[in-house]
DNA sequence: ATGAATAGTTCACTTATTGAACTATATTAT
DNA sequence: ATAATATAGTTCAATAAGTGAACTATTCAT
């Protein structure tokens, strides 16, 4: 088989998941949060006191375009910035108690639908499914350092 | 292991993935057409005469949405419009011979670089990949008819 | 102490998307 | 045959997301 028709047929499937996944979140979120601020959210949310520069180096984007996206989660109520004392360049970044029950609420939401998909997989094809990707993820970054 | 904990891990790589295969496109495309626009013009390479609606549902946007995509392109001169004879509400798009050789040459671009990473995996783990990528496409896309 | 680096914001601009209203054409039902 | 309905695509106003340059306010280095 060619490279060309395997890049091929990733593409239109990984273009195909992704845009369904973002469908999915948007339809079952019930809310007026985007799938990027809930990304962000989720991001602030696991790693509690990060910075705009961390989630730009993180979602690969200019530290301007995250400063309008924490904007918008605060105007929401959902994080909290905070000065470091020591270093009064830095703010740090985390969610509020709003934020807390709207990740753990949509999490639920999410999970009972991808799960749903999953049921057609075996468990061990789910697991190499996940290794691949995250060795794939693990290459781009890495190579993205030099 | 827990669904939460597959989720969740999929959803971090995923999303790094997607993020950074944009960026390596973006990079080498060196010309001022985007990787959305690029994503379009594909398609309407692959599916010649196809129309706005088969684009919007292959995307999972709005027909605005596409009119606009469609726009961009053809102040490019890289696509061209063409009503439907016994049809008239219907226009069928297919790309001009600029659009032909920006998407041969930006292919062979993307081929060169994507080719770069997967050198580290096995010809079977590829396979593997990209076979239940395609079947979960399938599911999802299967989902959405009801 | 001065100059460079770092963290974050602001600003003007572009792209992408939505959804409602609209034009034009085709189909269907009475 | 014609009136109602459906379909294909466009336009428009609004919002979200991104870029990159210029800027503020710090901290670090020599």
Redesign the pocket.
């Given at each position: 088989m060619e490279l060309k028709e395997l890049v091929e047929r990733y593409q239109t499937a990984i273009n195909q998941v992704y845009r369904r996944v973002n469908g999915i979140l948007k339809d079952k979120m019930h809310s007026?949060i985007?799938?990027?601020?809930f990304s962000t959210l989720h991001f602030i949310f696991k790693h509690s006191k990060c910075?705009?520069?961390d989630i730009a180096h993180e979602?690969?984007?200019?530290?301007?375009?995250?400063?309008?996206?924490?904007?918008?989660l605060d105007e929401k109520g959902l994080i909290v910035?905070e000065r470091d004392e020591?270093?009064?360049?830095?703010?740090?970044l985390s969610v509020t108690d709003k934020g807390t029950d709207f990740v753990n609420y949509t999490e639920k939401a999410i999970f009972e639908i991808l799960g749903s998909y999953l049921k057609s997989f075996e468990k061990e094809e789910i697991y190499t499914f996940i290794h691949s990707l995250e060795k794939l993820a693990k290459i781009m970054n890495e190579d993205l350092g030099e």
């Open positions: 007026d985007t799938t990027d601020q910075t705009s520069t979602f690969g984007v200019g530290k301007s375009a995250v400063t309008a996206q924490i904007n918008r910035r020591n270093d009064r360049r830095v703010v740090y």
